[in-house]
C-alpha cells in the first residue's frame, strides 16, 4: 500500500469503529501491526488534542467517552497529544 493512503485509510476505520486494534488494521489493509500502530496513535493523538482544544480540563475519562476509546487507549492517547503539545503529561 502506498504510504500516502496509509493515514486516510486508517482513519477512515478509526471512524467507523475507535476501538479497532492495529492487529485488525494491519489484517485489513495487509500491513504490518507496528505500522498500523504507529498511525493509530498519530491520529488518535490528533482527535485528543483536538478535543483539548475544546475542552481543555478533559480527563481520560472524559475522551474515552467523547471519542469511543477504551480508557486504557484514551489514557495513551491523552499523553501523546499532552507530549506533542508541551503540556505535563500528569496533572499537577
Known amino acids: 500500500m502506498p504510504r500516502a493512503e496509509l493515514r486516510p485509510r486508517i482513519a477512515a476505520l478509526l471512524e467507523v469503529r475507535p476501538d479497532v486494534t492495529a492487529a ?4 485489513r489493509l495487509g500491513i504490518h501491526p ?7 496513535g498519530a ?7 483536538a478535543l483539548l482544544e475544546e475542552a481543555p480540563a478533559a480527563s481520560a475519562d472524559d475522551i474515552a467517552a467523547r471519542l ?3 480508557a486504557a487507549t484514551a ?10 503539545s508541551g503540556e505535563p503529561l500528569t496533572a499537577p
Request: charged share 20%; proline share 0%; glycine share 12%.
Open 75 to 84: 489514557r495513551t492517547a491523552l499523553a501523546a497529544a499532552r507530549a506533542g
Open 43 to 49: 491520529l488518535r493523538a490528533q482527535a485528543v488534542a
Open 24 to 27: 485488525d488494521v494491519g489484517k
Open 68 to 70: 469511543g476509546y477504551t
Open 34 to 40: 507496528g505500522t498500523a500502530q504507529r498511525v493509530l
